[in-house]
């Protein structure tokens, strides 16, 4: 029984591996859509700034969006480091629980707060505070 044992313990670790594994994956997509979007904004802040539109509450905004993004990545990063560290751990699932968890829960209140600081700061683009915006939902 030692020898089943052992199996479907290391049986359990490879289906907790990849678990975090594609975990990490989602969370990284998740930074990558963030950055999108700030590029985006930040483009249009350009292309507005040619046109004399005065962006500069929008810029601010994005400004405060690119370091709630910031916080995510390092909440995420915190996340990666700690699941590595529960995956070699003897239990990693008892382990995954108590340190991961907490840090997952705080990494996705952090990429809530990223994803609300952009949407605060293309609602501080020009147009949308004039209502261009209207026009495209017609």
Do not use: C, Y
């Amino acid at each position: 029984t030692e020898r089943w044992k052992g199996k479907f313990t290391e049986q359990a670790k490879q289906f907790i591996a990849k678990r975090a594994e594609h975990v990490g994956d989602l969370v990284d997509s998740m930074l990558v859509r963030l950055h999108g979007i700030s590029d985006r904004i930040a483009a249009r802040i350009e292309e507005l700034k040619t046109k004399g539109e005065d962006t500069s509450a929008a810029e601010s905004a994005l400004a405060d969006a690119d370091d709630a993004i910031a916080d995510a990545e390092a909440a995420v990063e915190a996340v990666k480091e700690a699941m590595q560290t529960g995956l070699e751990s003897e239990t990693p699932r008892d382990t995954l629980k108590t340190s991961v968890k907490p840090l997952m829960d705080a990494a996705k209140e952090a990429l809530k707060s990223a994803h609300e600081a952009l949407r605060a700061a293309a609602q501080a683009l020009p147009h949308a505070q004039k209502g261009e915006s209207e026009d495209t939902n017609s």
